[in-house]
Each structure stands twice: as structure tokens, then as C-alpha cells.
């Protein structure tokens, strides 16, 4: 809604991308998103890549299993960095949505790996994606991102 504060637009952001916490990505790797926040002109979330365990084997031995893979990294998305034009929504093959966000150079979102309990050094990108429930919801997100970049730009921060 256009008529929407940048206030009441982050608060939806933050609901909504919410909602659509754990997919997958390829066969046997999944990709959990939390601890979402929107506030300023910044949304804020961890994203967690898992991907299987992994199997080897010895000669004669059965296959065994161990851990599997994790890697962690905390973002931020810059809403008054993003290209509103760049800022898409499509159905995926499995029936969710996915916004797609660009900016104009690579300070749209910044990346912290996570190493434990730590931040490494951030890097800096020209874009991302997040997931949504559905194609809808996915528009949706990509339009109230839209707006709020909008409103960042103007300085409603």
C-alpha cells in the first residue's frame, strides 16, 4: 500500500518475511532465515545454509555418515541502496515465491559470515534473494520493498 509510513512497511516486511523460514535451495540443501528485523531503512536476518551430511567410505568398511555442513551468515539490506526497478518477484518450480533485489552498486546489502559466535569482516553485495510463501506473497514483499526503498531514499528514516 503507497500510502503506507516507512514504519508501517517494515513492520509488514518483517511479518511477512517471517513466514517462509526454512526451503530448499538444491537437492539436500536447505537454507533457514531468522532473526528478521526491519527497522531504520535497513532489514536486517540470518541466513543459514545446511547441506548434507556427508558419506565416505573406506575400502571394505560400510558407508558411514558425519556431520553435516553449516554456514552462517547475517545480512543487511540497504532499502535506500536498492533499484526499485531491480526489485522483482517470480514463482518458483516448487510453488514458493522469491524476491529478487538489486541495487545500483555493491553497497544494496552487507555480509557478515558467522564463525561461531562471531562476525567475520563484512563483504559487500550488489544483491540477494529471500523467499516468500507463495508468488503472491512474493509480489507483494517486492512491492512494499519497493515502497519503503522509496521512502529511504527521501530520507523518511
Keep these: 500500500d503507497t500510502d ?11 511479518k511477512e518475511l517471517k513466514r517462509v523460514h526454512t526451503f530448499d535451495t538444491a537437492p539436500g540443501q536447505r537454507v533457514r532465515i531468522d532473526n528478521v528485523r526491519a527497522e531504520g531503512c535497513s532489514i ?9 551430511a ?3 567410505s573406506n575400502p571394505g568398511d560400510a558407508l558411514s555418515e558425519y ?20 526489485v ?3 514463482k518458483l518450480s516448487d510453488g514458493t515465491g ?4 538489486f541495487g545500483s552498486d555493491r553497497k544494496a546489502a552487507e555480509v557478515w559470515p558467522v564463525y561461531g559466535e562471531r562476525l567475520g569482516q563484512p ?9 516468500a510463501k507463495d508468488e503472491r506473497a512474493a509480489g507483494d514483499i517486492a512491492a512494499a ?11 523518511s528514516n
Design 88 to 90: 522483482k518477484a517470480g
Design 44 to 52: 536486517w536476518f540470518r541466513r543459514t545454509f545446511v547441506q548434507p
Design 123 to 131: 563483504s559487500h553485495n550488489i544483491g540477494g534473494y529471500l523467499r
Design 67 to 86: 556431520s553435516s555442513h553449516r554456514r552462517r551468515e547475517v545480512w543487511a539490506v540497504k532499502l535506500a541502496a536498492l533499484d526499485p526497478s531491480k
Design 4 to 14: 503506507m509510513s516507512l514504519e508501517e512497511t517494515l513492520a509488514y516486511l518483517s
Design 145 to 155: 520493498m519497493k515502497h519503503a526503498a522509496g521512502l529511504c531514499r527521501r530520507g
Design 98 to 101: 522469491q524476491v529478487w533485489f
Design 54 to 56: 556427508l558419506m565416505h
